[in-house]
């Protein structure tokens, strides 16, 4: 019992997220470690994210930018064949400080800019920096779904519609999901079990998503860019956290 109430609210924090709740699916896999190993606990998570995914692509269909999409899911594909290629040889933790160092680089350069007297105007999307995070990203949403910092890194700078934003961002993640099912298949993350109990846990995450989509929606633009910077924040450090007690 104490396995579903768990899972059940792994499930429900991954929809908020996809509905909009900035990143504050990162704690899923974390959640779900405490009754299966973290490679087994992302596997069970992927369908879940998927069909979280499919409802918020619905949710967020009318805005996004075409040309960062354009840009960023070449890396992905890179990205996780890397992941799919390494995920045996890298070490855990080496992931999480990569993922938590980026996110302390965007966070300090954030803080810089807004110290400064004339702040940066938005950076357009661009191929070379798009390849690059896009790998990154890639990379790290194959080896423990968290993605976000380095999106983040790219996408945060170019001061994006708030809509935009969330629709972009869903349909990359989106699309990048479906690119590691058959990768997580083949590694044995994936079985017919684990895809049993996510048809079961399914509901929670598209409960999450309807509710995290009305909460995105009322936010101010302003507040909502202010929370994914404090969701960052805490997700680097709580990455940090953990490499440093083992």
């Known amino acids: ?5 768990i ?42 994210y998927i069909a979280a995914d499919m409802y918020a692509v619905y949710l967020f269909r009318k805005a996004f930018s075409v040309r960062n999409l354009k840009i960023l899911l070449p890396g992905a594909i890179v990205g996780i064949l890397i992941g799919f290629a390494t995920v045996s040889y890298v070490p855990g933790d080496a992931g999480k400080l990569l993922v938590s ?15 400064s007297k004339t702040p940066p105007p938005p950076r357009p ?36 519609d708030k809509m935009v934003y969330l629709g972009t961002t869903t349909i990359f993640f989106t699309i990048v999901n479906l690119m590691k099912v058959p990768p997580f298949i083949q590694a044995g993350q994936i079985t017919w079990d684990s895809a049993v109990q996510a048809m079961w846990l399914a509901p929670f995450a598209l409960a999450g998503a309807w ?11 302003r507040i909502f860019f ?3 910077e404090v969701a960052l924040a805490l997700v680097s450090f709580k990455l940090l956290y953990e490499v440093l007690t083992g």
């Open 1 to 5: 019992m104490d396995f579903w109430i």
């Open 7 to 48: 899972a059940g609210l792994a499930a429900f924090l991954m929809g908020l997220s996809k509905g909009g709740v900035p990143m504050i699916a990162i704690l899923a896999v974390p959640l779900m470690s405490l009754f299966m190993d973290p490679a087994l606990a992302a596997g069970l998570l992927l369908p879940i």
């Open 101 to 115: 160092g980026i996110g302390f680089y965007y966070l300090a350069s954030a803080l810089h800019n807004r110290m």
């Open 125 to 160: 999307a661009d191929v070379p920096r798009g390849l690059f995070w896009g790998t990154i990203t890639g990379l790290t949403s194959y080896i423990s779904h968290a993605g976000g910092p380095p999106y983040q890194a790219y996408v945060l700078p170019q001061k994006l």
């Open 211 to 221: 509710s995290g989509a009305r909460i995105s929606r009322a936010l101010p633009e």
């Open 226 to 228: 202010i929370l994914i």
